[in-house]
């Protein structure tokens, strides 16, 4: 079978070595898996005969962008793996439209960076964007830093264009975008979309405001919001703010797209975000590295930040949408108590980084119904992300 | 902020410092990322992909953690256990016979291959 698989592309688009498997075997969830082989096509065709050989096979897929998903969403399970990083394109540039067509492999910064000489950017932002491919931002639909002002990344994209599982190309526009943002890789693998774009903002300003008490803080949170210019939101806990040489309080990093902000020199504000975009790989390296990601309605936000401050975890993460990452050890038996905490108070367990295949225990039963009515029309043979979700 | 340079974090595999190595521009492979390495080197896989790293700690710059891929150390592994690439080989073999690492040049011939790592 893996002989067949390496007929189908050129040698140095296949391969089989250990190392290579080994590379492959996790995201940066560190959820390990099996992989029996990574290919990474160059052209749609590429794509499509990987879904026919795998159909025919019975062997599974896994679509991965850069890899920096924090639910085992890209770690193989036995299967093989499609790298993206070879479909970098950038095509069409309609500055009128504020519109481009990238291939699913591009980067977010290096996205940016092309089109910043146009005035124009991509503002869905996750902590992950040196890295985090345009592919993988759609299949999660990621938020992330700015999603307070700019929301998710399906409200970013005109059309996909999928290999679904029968090895079909497919261009989903309007409502049928929703079969595939989202939905992890599921209904086929993304090669190409049209993103919406926006301007660059003119000027940025910040303000860090740093409280004792979370309901006072809590409580600024609306009238904050009322500021149309309002670009980032941010929430760091006391146990989470040390870790950047903060003070240990409830600190919310504001940003405007004007100069309403205390802190204007550019300069100052790369350094806070800088801190800010550590947190993560701090409190890994500190020894919390399972990052969770609730979604936690504003009336339930006081009791649940507050018992996570309780149990001295750390958190931090985009206040502004409600979106909080609670880092905790693996297998930490206050997880299922966050989930349920968080289930009663009607929000969502996955905010953002998706279940893969770290919550897929813990799917409802609409989520499994509407897992098995897509996997009937876009992937029959559970080519793609086979065991993910669900 | 500076990161001291005695530190070396172990890697959290966040995958944030990929787009900024040299190599991994040139194949797109993970392996050949420093989180790749970074893996590989838990795993104890002696590999001559340790060779290809410019050792330019572009990605110790921006690692949040200030992570370094340690390229040297993974090398002296590789010599330890016998590991080299052909070129190595030859280099080395070419310095122990001819005191050069082009191999035997004529009075003032000028050498028309560089062999080394
Ligand atoms: C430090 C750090 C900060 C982060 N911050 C944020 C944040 O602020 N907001 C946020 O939303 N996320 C965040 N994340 C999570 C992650 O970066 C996002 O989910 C991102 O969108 C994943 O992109 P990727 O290219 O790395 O995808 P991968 O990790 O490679 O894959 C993620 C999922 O998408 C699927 N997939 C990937 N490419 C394709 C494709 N072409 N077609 C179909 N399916 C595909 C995979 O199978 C997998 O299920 C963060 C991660 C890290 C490490
Ligand atoms: S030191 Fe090696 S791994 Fe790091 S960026 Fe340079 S070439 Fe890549
Ligand atoms: S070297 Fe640093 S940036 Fe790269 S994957 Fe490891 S922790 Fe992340």
Redo the contacts with the bound molecule.
């Keep these: 079978m893996m002989d067949r698989l390496e007929s189908l592309l050129q040698p140095d688009q296949v391969s089989t070595q250990e190392e290579t498997r080994v590379a492959y075997s996790r995201?940066?969830s560190r959820i390990q898996g099996e992989c029996r082989a990574v290919v990474w096509p160059e052209t749609v065709t590429d794509v499509v005969r990987l879904a026919q050989w795998a159909a025919e096979t019975g062997i599974d897929l896994?679509?991965?962008?850069?890899?920096?998903?924090?639910?085992?969403?890209?770690t193989p399970q036995n299967s093989v793996v499609?790298d993206?990083a070879r479909?970098r394109q950038m095509d069409v540039l309609n500055i009128q439209l504020k519109q481009v067509v990238v291939e699913?492999?591009v980067?977010l910064d290096q996205l940016n960076m092309n089109l910043r000489s146009a005035g124009l950017f991509l503002p869905?932002?996750?902590?992950?964007?040196r890295?985090?491919?345009?592919?993988?931002?759609?299949?999660?639909?990621?938020?992330?830093?700015h999603?307070v002002r700019y929301g998710?990344?399906a409200n970013w994209v005109e059309n996909i264009i999928?290999v679904n599982g029968n090895g079909q190309v497919q261009c989903l526009a309007g409502s049928e975008r929703s079969n595939?943002a989202g939905?992890?890789?599921?209904?086929?693998?993304?090669?190409q979309a049209t993103l919406r774009l926006t301007e660059c903002p003119g000027k940025r300003s910040l303000t860090l405001l740093s409280f004792e008490n979370l309901r006072i803080m809590l409580d600024q949170i609306d009238t904050l919001k009322t500021n149309p210019e309002l670009s980032a939101m941010e929430y760091v806990n006391p146990n989470a703010a040390i870790m950047v040489g903060w003070a240990a309080k409830h600190t919310l990093l504001i940003e405007y797209h004007n100069s309403d902000g205390e802190i204007k020199d550019p300069e100052e504000i790369s350094i806070i975000w800088r801190g800010r975009?550590s947190l993560?790989?701090r409190l890994t390296q500190a020894g919390y590295p399972v990052?969770e990601?609730p979604q936690i309605p504003p009336e339930a936000q006081e009791e649940i930040l507050g018992w996570l401050f309780a149990q001295e975890i750390p958190v931090f993460?985009?206040l502004g949408v409600g979106?909080l990452?609670p880092r905790f050890l693996p297998d930490d038996p206050r997880i299922p108590e966050l989930y349920g905490r968080v289930s009663v108070a009607g929000g969502r367990i996955n905010?953002?980084?998706?279940m893969?295949l770290k919550k897929r225990r813990w799917a409802s039963e609409a989520l499994k119904k509407d897992f098995h009515a897509l996997k009937t029309q876009f992937d029959p043979h559970h080519v793609?992300?086979r065991g993910?979700l669900c | 902020m500076l990161i001291d340079l005695k530190e070396n974090s172990i890697c959290?595999e966040?995958?944030?410092c990929r787009e900024v190595c040299p190599v991994f521009q040139i194949y797109h492979q993970e392996e050949y990322s420093p989180r790749g390495r970074a893996i590989l080197g838990t795993t104890g896989i002696q590999t001559l992909i340790y060779y290809q790293c410019t050792l330019c700690r572009t990605c110790r710059v921006v690692c949040?953690i200030g992570h370094d891929p340690s390229g040297e150390t993974l090398r002296s592994g590789l010599i330890a256990v016998g590991v080299e690439t052909p070129a190595n080989q030859t280099m080395i073999a070419n310095i122990r016979q001819y005191g050069n690492p082009f191999g035997l040049l004529a009075e003032g011939e000028i050498p028309k291959t560089l062999t080394c790592c």
């Design positions: 995201d940066a896994v679509p991965r962008g850069a890899g920096t998903g924090l639910c085992g969403g890209a499609v993206s479909l699913a492999g980067p869905v932002i996750p902590g992950s964007h890295s985090a491919t345009i592919g993988g931002m759609i299949a999660t639909n990621a938020a992330g830093l999603a998710r990344m999928v595939s939905w992890e890789g599921i209904t086929g693998m993304i090669v975009e993560s790989a990052s990601d993460g985009h979106i990452h905010g953002e980084h998706g893969g793609f992300n993910k | 959290t966040c995958g944030l949040p």
